[in-house]
T-cell receptor, first 111, second 112 residues
Framework: QKEVEQNSGPLSVPEGAIASLNCTYS??????FFWYRQYSGKSPELIMS????GDKEDGRFTAQLNKASQYVSLLIRDSQPSDSATYLC???????????FGAGTRLFVKA | NAGVTQTPKFQVLKTGQSMTLQCAQD?????MYWYRQDPGMGLRLIYY???????DKGEVPNGYNVSRLNKREFSLRLESAAPSQTSVYFC???????????FGPGTRLTVL
């Protein structure tokens, strides 16, 4: 069973701090990885995609991928109350169309 | 661009009733997907369509059927609704199989 595991949280950080969200995946052959943000009652919204080892930065967000450890993370710098949401990690195993989603980590940013 | 649109937004059905969830995208994407999301279980793929004219089963296809009407539209049908199908249903699309998926606003379905 291919899986993507996330700590369900909630992860609570003060405003202005760095929030670190982590994810592990079971299929070593996975090549594509995605982070989505989902506000309560809303649909998932793509934040970042990452395909190669290392860091990828976009504004306050940095995605990190370590294929040897089968580990993906998302760092949110200068966290804001508006970042409070559930963050979904997803991995695309090789072949096929089945993106595997984690159950999500709830983030709460305290003002 | 509207992106991915879904209708209806909310629906309440009685056990045994049927209904069709509609999805359309205006991004000229080739691939479309139907997911359900239940508390604590994340998103689970019901059916997908790699390209116009093709459909395939996902992780939880039982009790559902789909139609890829054209490149823009992908519908999900519940022939005989059951309480276990109470969920939030999301449609998504992507340019190709390895690309990012973009989600519609969702349909909140309750089966009594």
């Amino acid at each position: 069973q291919k899986e993507v595991e996330q700590n369900s949280g909630p992860l609570s950080v003060p405003e202005g701090a760095i929030a670190s969200l982590n994810c592990t995946y079971s299929d070593r052959g996975s090549q594509s990885f995605f982070w989505y943000r989902q506000y309560s009652g809303k649909s998932p919204e793509l934040i970042m995609s990452i395909y190669s080892n290392g860091d990828k930065e976009d504004g306050r967000f940095t995605a990190q991928l370590n294929k040897a450890s089968q580990y993906v993370s998302l760092l949110i710098r200068d966290s804001q109350p508006s970042d409070s949401a559930t963050y979904l990690c997803a991995a695309r195993p090789p072949g096929g169309f089945k993106t595997i989603f984690g159950a999500g980590t709830r983030l709460f940013v305290k003002a | 661009n509207a992106g991915v649109t879904q209708t209806p937004k909310f629906q309440v059905l009685k056990t045994g009733q049927s209904m069709t969830l509609q999805c359309a995208q205006d991004m000229n994407h080739n691939s479309m997907y139907w997911y359900r999301q239940d508390p604590g279980m994340g998103l689970r793929l019901i059916y997908y369509s790699a390209s116009e004219g093709t459909t395939d089963k996902g992780e939880v296809p039982n009790g559902y059927n789909v139609s890829r009407l054209n490149k823009r539209e992908f519908s999900l049908r519940l022939e005989s609704a059951a309480p276990s199908q109470t969920s939030v249903y999301f449609c998504a699309s992507s340019e190709a199989q390895y690309n990012e998926q973009f989600f519609g606003p969702g349909t909140r379905l309750t089966v009594l």
